[in-house]
């Protein structure tokens, strides 16, 4: 499926009035369904749905361990993907009936609760990254964004290892750039553990959710957090770094994972 | 409650690290209650969340007629907000566990679906809007947007009508600033069809659900629509407005509503 479609538009600029043909991020509605049973109705750029519906119950909490993956059926025309599991978590039936709507940059649900999420260790820095290894790989997700160059309004993740960006998704979901990200990574037996995860977008309670659950050390966003997440990052042992530009940026949580080689004030 | 918080943060610049308070954006679980049942719970910038409430069941189609709201309590201390309503649409109890995600910007929840809404008839014109007032009102509205300035990643939602900006809404989320602008809305008593939306975020279908079921005839957003929102506002008789800049914005459907008194190319 295409994400993204053709339509024709009026542009006033200035004050010419034409007639073009521009280019429009898609969307579309896929139920996923776990077992033969309707988990939930995602709507997301129609790219990758395998990954979306994998990242989701990752970091949903659904799917816990490698070998409980049975098989995964996307049906394009169908709009469903279809998961199999080997075990649903305990409470599954309960799971999917529960549903906080979050902030999401517009309404998320999410069946989990950021505050019972097992701690990343505060001495577990299998990654360091340096201020001017995040500025380069900053540079490098800003050219490879290149669906929202077209588009407008799509949103983007990346994960890097020590020395450069190994994934990059795209949708215009903020949340589900991420899902689509972490997806890729598990279907790719790629560990998250050692990585850095980049994001357009702000970070909210939820996203940290999804980064805390899949043991990410490192999250990097161009732009702000929320309270929550902030919060739920210090508690949980993630380094989080916000407003990163390439002249600056704020490290709210765990520094012990960059490495300065700067000059501080106190 | 406050909307910001202060937190002790580092910030990198250039070579220089410094400590510094910075303002975070809140954000706060609440539980919905509609007549004694748990309906979802909401994250949002914990602001009016009487109009955030009010504005969700509005945009849901809980709530249908100013008649059926009989009491709304809001209690800070039990992150609640409990409403009650004469009169609970057909099958609530399966609208209260039905949920689609949508892209929202992150994972957004609805439990209705835009495919089903009456349309605006194509041809009710109670508000025309030039380019040039259009013009005005987005200067306006990016200097009314103050939370934003202090935190960044707020989005912010405004209702205009023939004259200038009379509602104005924040939140981290950027469905919950337009439901909050609904909900103030219908709580002040004041009518939306013939008035103009402006939202600082992009428009999906989700948004575009809202709009339609609140029968504001045009929208103008700062960014980018998704096709979903495109075909719903082109088959529901929306005037979308998007990318609205100072120089130039593209104009997707039903212009009927733009006065335009300008040259054009065709």
């Given amino acids: 499926m295409k994400a993204i479609h053709d339509a024709l538009i009026m542009r006033l600029n200035g004050e010419q009035l034409d007639e073009l043909i521009d280019q429009i991020a898609a969307e579309i509605p896929f139920a996923l369904i776990v077992n033969d049973q309707l988990l939930v109705t995602l709507v997301c750029t129609p790219t990758e749905l395998d990954a979306m519906a994998i990242g989701f119950l990752l970091s949903e909490g659904i799917l816990t361990e490698r070998e ?3 098989d995964i059926a996307v049906d394009e025309k169908g709009a469903t993907v279809s998961v199999t599991l080997k075990k649903l978590p305990n409470g599954f039936d309960q799971i999917a009936q529960r549903k906080t709507i979050t902030s999401g940059c517009g309404q998320g649900v999410t069946f989990s609760d950021g505050a ?3 701690s990343l260790p ?3 820095v299998q990654i360091k990254a340096s ?3 995040i500025r380069a790989l900053l540079k ?3 050219s490879v964004s290149d669906l929202f160059q077209k588009t407008g309004g799509i949103h983007s993740a990346a994960l890097a290892d020590g020395n450069e960006i190994i994934l990059f998704a795209e949708d215009i979901g903020r949340h589900n750039a991420v899902d689509k990200l972490i997806g890729r990574a598990f279907l790719d037996n790629i560990p998250l553990d050692d990585k850095i995860l980049l994001s357009s977008g702000r970070i909210s309670g939820e996203i940290m959710t999804k980064v805390i659950r899949n043991k990410i050390p490192i999250l990097v966003s161009r732009t702000a957090p929320t309270c929550m997440s902030l919060t739920y990052a210090e508690d949980h042992g993630i380094t989080l770094i ?5 002249n600056r940026m704020n490290i709210y949580t765990h520094p012990q994972r960059i ?6 004030t106190g």
């Fill in 242 to 246: 916000g407003f990163a530009r390439v």
């Fill in 68 to 70: 409980s993956l049975l």
């Fill in 116 to 118: 019972n999420l097992e």
């Fill in 259 to 264: 490495s300065f080689e700067v000059k501080g």
């Fill in 131 to 133: 201020p001017d290894y």
């Fill in 122 to 124: 505060v001495n577990q």
């Fill in 140 to 142: 490098k997700f800003r």
